[in-house]
């Protein structure tokens, strides 16, 4: 697998933990938060925002793969 597939995989299964394998602490520390900003919607408002989850898991795991193909190249 690729740097940006490990980075892709890791930040879909943890939000942020792609950004923080690309090195990048700050992006890491926003999608954790984020991530759980919208678990907690997710849990006090369940019907309007039940794709919260997946959002909470795409968006990262998309902007890790982005980044480590910035970072590392293509392959």
Known sequence: MTKAGTAAMLSFFIPGAGQLYNGDFLRALFWFVVASMFYSAFFLLAGPLSLAGVVAH????YTAHQRALSLHGRG
């Not at 795409?58 to 795991?61: D, E, G, M, S, T």
């Open 58 to 61: 795409a968006i990262p795991a």
